[in-house]
């Protein structure tokens, strides 16, 4: 089955920085690929995905590259502020249908 | 928000004892899947509804059961619960199956607590 490796466990960046967190994943049919972001007590909220013909996408401040032949995406947040502390989880969609979640990433932004 | 509201909020429950959980789906989406989020970690696949058929389960032992109605709402049920069912359960609402790429919404949860 499905199994999605996410890296680091936690990430503190100052105010302005970048961040990025990388995830891969095992197997080579997944083909749908989201970014959730989890606020202490809240719901994952999605911020970004991607589908496997598409290798890039941009939204403001929030990017996410794939790399299928590698079988690895990563998740770029560009100029952090401090609302975008908060566990993000990347996910991978496999061959059987099944949305499977990285561990997460703690993201601390410092003023 | 996303449209997706689960109940209820907070339960308390002892070992042995028999739970359900429900879930509201967002309007126009036929698919709910259900995940188990211990504290500190990522969702876990419970299984997945599709018009009211079971459409893809996890790891999970057969006293995790479900239940999808014509309105595709749905239901968690947990038998003989113990203590580390102690988690967050989400609900996540979407269109088109198992096969489908479309997004999944995520409900606020209920948090189960086992005694």
């Known amino acids: 089955g499905e199994n999605v490796e996410q890296h680091p466990s936690t990430l503190s960046v100052q105010e302005g920085d970048s961040a990025v967190i990388k995830c891969t994943y095992s197997d080579s049919a997944s083909n749908y690929f989201p970014w959730y972001k989890q606020e202490l007590g809240k719901r994952p909220q999605l911020i970004i995905d991607?589908?496997?013909?598409?290798g890039e996408k941009k939204d403001q401040r929030i990017a996410v590259t794939l790399n299928k032949t590698a079988k690895h995406f990563s998740l770029h947040i560009t100029e952090t502020q401090p609302e975008d502390s908060a566990v993000y989880f990347c996910a991978a969609k496999g061959s059987w249908g099944k949305l499977q979640f990285g561990a997460g990433t703690q993201v601390v932004v410092t003023p | 928000e996303t449209g997706v509201t689960q109940s209820p909020t907070h339960l308390i429950k002892t070992r042995g004892q028999q739970v359900t959980l429900r879930c509201s789906s967002q309007s126009g989406h036929n698919t709910v899947s259900w995940y188990q989020q211990a504290l500190g970690q990522g969702p876990q696949f419970i299984f997945q509804y599709y018009r009211e058929e079971e459409n893809g389960r996890g790891n999970f032992p057969p006293r995790f059961s479900g239940l999808q109605f014509p309105n595709y709402s749905s239901e968690l049920n947990v038998n003989a619960l113990e203590l580390d069912d102690s988690a967050l359960y989400l609900c996540?609402?979407?269109?088109?199956?198992?096969?489908?790429?479309?997004?999944?919404?995520f409900g606020p949860g209920t948090r189960l607590t086992v005694l």
């Open positions: 996540a609402s979407s269109l088109g199956g198992s096969i489908s790429t479309d997004t999944q919404y």
């Open positions: 991607i589908r496997s013909n598409v």
